[in-house]
């Protein structure tokens, strides 16, 4: 038994090192008449018509490459997009969801993400309904912004460290029932579990994060909510509270991961991030 895990380990070590090695060469399309660029990760088994999940990095992140969700590609079979946001006044590249900061980007974020997913999915020969979408704070702030704006663009988002921002919360209404995660910490001091109803932060006003996803799970009419402890990396010594909304007539489940004591962060160091992503998502694969 010692020995098969040591197999199984030393496995899971090289598809990770693979994924981290692979080249990001920096692909680029025409989107009305600007070039966008974009990373792909294709793993070597990929299949026609493979599912695609799309990572939206942070505001000004220097990441935008995961090994840990490239490994799961590999092993799982998906294909993995690395698109790059637009610099605003401070030459910060994001996601125009509500920073002052961002007031001067012209750009349609739903109508971007479209034209992308319809260049990727082309080019490489992925399938153009089995796109998912994940966001890191910046990139789980448009995770929100689309359940309320445009949900149909993916088929599920996963936030991670996300914020819904009053101006969108207040103007605009929850229609379509979306699946979606969010995995926040309680001591992310850059996007506050409990909210920003005064601006403190200076990155506009947006609601408590319990509140951000209680507001999807009526949306998706969910009838039943259930919570329980998971396990936490053996380094984190933190605790992980798990709450699922479920019973939604339309399938769409809605779950928190609640870290007590997490940071600001792709968070893991206390779980599985990119493994417990795809494992929501994977529900949501249209079948042919």
């Avoid at 598809?15 to 981290?20: F, G, T």
């Amino acid at each position: 038994m010692k020995q098969l895990f040591s197999v199984i380990s030393i496995c899971v070590i090289s598809l990770s090192a693979l994924a981290q090695a692979a080249p990001q060469t920096k692909e680029s399309f025409d989107y009305r008449g600007m070039p966008r660029t974009y990373a792909m990760y294709l793993p070597d088994t990929l299949e026609k018509g493979a599912p695609l999940v799309v990572y939206v990095h942070g505001y000004g992140s220097k990441t935008r490459w995961l090994a840990d969700l490239n490994a799961v590609a590999a092993r799982e079979g998906f294909a993995v997009c690395y698109p790059d946001g637009l610099p605003d006044s401070r030459g910060k590249d994001g996601w125009k969801v509500g920073y002052p900061p961002q007031e001067s980007l012209d750009i349609d974020e739903a109508d971007y993400f479209r034209h992308l997913l319809d260049e990727v999915c082309a080019r490489y020969g992925l399938s153009r309904d089995n796109v998912f979408c994940a966001g890191m704070s910046n990139g789980g702030d448009l995770c929100y912004q689309f359940a309320y704006t445009d949900p149909t663009i993916f088929r599920a988002y996963a936030s991670v460290a996300g914020l819904t921002f009053e101006c969108t919360y207040l103007p605009e209404k929850l229609t379509e029932p979306v699946p979606f995660m969010e995995i926040h910490g309680t001591a992310d001091k850059t996007s506050m579990w409990g909210g920003d109803h005064d601006n403190k932060g200076g990155w506009g006003a947006y609601i408590p994060v319990p509140l951000a996803v209680a507001a999807i799970a009526a949306n998706n009419r969910c009838t039943v909510a259930a919570s329980d402890t998971v396990p936490s990396l053996p380094e984190s010594g933190r605790t992980v509270v798990r709450t699922v909304y479920g019973g939604s007539p339309s399938g769409a489940d809605v779950v928190l991961y609640r870290i007590e004591g997490g940071k600001h962060s792709w968070a893991k160091k206390d779980i599985e991030t990119s493994e417990i992503i795809w494992n929501f998502f994977k529900q949501y694969l249209k079948k042919d």
